[in-house]
C-alpha cells in the first residue's frame, strides 16, 4: 500500500517562509513526476509547482520567485519552500505522485491527505 504524507503546514505571517515535505512510502518501485497542488478557502485545487524525476521544474505565475519545489529521490521525498508568503497563499496543500508500485506494476497516481497554511498577522 502507498502513501503520501505531508508536513509543515501551520500559521504563519505574512512575509515569513515555510517548507513542506512529502514522503512517498509503502509498496514503491519508482517515483516519476512529483507536483504541489492546492486549494484556497471556497475555491478549486489548483497546480502550484510540478518536478520531474530529473528534477526538471514548472511553476504557476502566482508562486514564480517565491517557492521552490526540490525533491529526494532516495527518500522519495519531495519538498516545497515556500518564501515571502502572503495572505492570498492560504490554502490546504497536497502532495502529489505518480509512481510505479512494486506490485502491480501498473503506473497511478497518489494524493497525500493535505496540510493546512494559514498566512495572517
Known amino acids: 500500500q502507498v502513501q503520501l504524507v505531508e508536513s509543515g503546514g501551520g500559521l504563519v505571517q505574512p512575509g515569513e517562509s515555510r517548507r513542506l515535505s512529502c514522503v512517498a512510502s509503502g509498496n514503491i518501485f519508482v517515483v516519476f513526476n512529483m507536483a504541489w497542488y492546492r486549494q484556497p478557502p471556497g475555491k478549486q485545487r489548483e497546480l502550484v509547482a510540478h518536478?520531474?524525476?530529473?528534477?526538471?521544474?514548472n511553476y504557476t505565475d502566482f508562486v514564480k520567485g517565491r517557492f521552490t519545489i526540490s525533491r529526494d529521490n532516495e527518500r522519495n521525498t519531495v519538498y516545497l519552500q515556500m518564501n515571502s508568503l502572503r495572505p492570498e497563499d492560504t490554502a490546504d496543500y497536497y502532495c502529489?505522485?505518480?509512481?510505479?508500485?512494486?506490485?502491480?506494476?501498473?503506473?497511478?497516481?497518489?494524493w497525500g491527505q493535505g496540510t493546512q497554511v494559514t498566512v495572517s498577522s
Open positions: 502529489y505522485a505518480e509512481l510505479l508500485p512494486q506490485s502491480p506494476r501498473i503506473r497511478k497516481a497518489y
Open positions: 518536478i520531474t524525476v530529473d528534477s526538471r521544474t
